[in-house]
């Protein structure tokens, strides 16, 4: 038989939670050392529980739990002093990072850079840090960090640079491809002025905007498959 596994003080953030019998929940977790982990919590929810209100997204917790499965039996929670007050579409776009780290993130696949840039993306919200730009930013180094990060400086074929006066079509499974203006859907080309801006997070024009966020909604849709995420209806 193989012995419980147990974990003390984890630094973890609240990325999902759904209602387990009447006072339980399970509880998706982005930690720092474990990466995603699914950690059941007894008696936390009613009247008298004793750590009602501790498990909230958007404040780093510290986690002890045990278990041989993939559920984990979570043994104790505490708030740390890291939480980030959130509203309107800051809200918006924090639940909706919670949704692709919850659907891209594999079970007990460290990421401990991963943990770091969501700590700084919840941090620039909290600050009132220009949304779209932001947004951007996350996807493209959250991509990166998962192994499938856009070549944002190179040609697909020659691996020449891509040159900012160019227009290239992407393709999800080799890069971008240079095309002729005009020869392809105004949809499907990017501009290299974009894609450098991109790269170097300097996006700073309402065209370069609308173009990266088509962009990484065709990148992360392979990863994402047919189910599409409920917290894009959140922006109306």
């Not at 776009?93 to 700084?120: G, K, M, T, V």
């Not at 009132?128 to 959250?142: D, G, M, V």
């Not at 499974?173 to 894609?195: D, K």
Request: hydrophobic share 40%; net charge negative; charged share 20%.
């Amino acid at each position: 038989m193989v012995a419980a596994h147990q974990i003390s003080l984890a630094n973890a953030y609240l990325i999902h939670s759904r209602p387990y019998r009447e006072t339980s929940l399970i509880a998706e977790l982005l930690t720092q050392e474990q990466g995603r982990v699914s950690v059941l919590f007894k008696g936390v929810r009613g009247g008298k529980a004793r750590h009602k209100g501790v498990l909230q997204p958007f404040g780093r917790l510290l986690v002890n739990w045990q278990g041989r499965h993939e559920l984990k039996t979570g043994t104790d929670v505490e708030a740390a002093e890291v939480r980030f007050i959130l509203q309107g579409h800051y809200l918006f776009s924090a639940l909706y990072a919670n949704e692709l780290l919850l659907r891209l993130l594999q079970p007990h696949d460290p990421h401990p850079e991963l943990f770091h840039l969501y700590e700084l993306f919840l941090q620039s919200l909290a600050g009132n840090a220009a949304l779209e730009p932001t947004l951007r930013s996350f996807e493209l180094q959250l991509l990166e960090l998962l192994g499938y990060g856009l070549p944002l400086d190179v040609e697909a074929a020659t691996g020449d640079p891509l040159e900012a006066d160019r227009w290239y079509q992407y393709d999800a499974q080799a890069g971008f491809y240079p095309v002729l203006p005009g020869s392809g859907s105004v949809l499907q080309c990017y501009s290299g002025e974009m894609l450098l801006a991109l790269a170097q997070g300097q996006l700073d024009t309402p065209d370069q905007l609308r173009a990266a966020k088509r962009l990484m909604r065709l990148a992360l849709a392979p990863l994402l498959g047919d189910r599409p995420l409920r917290s894009r209806d959140l922006f109306g």
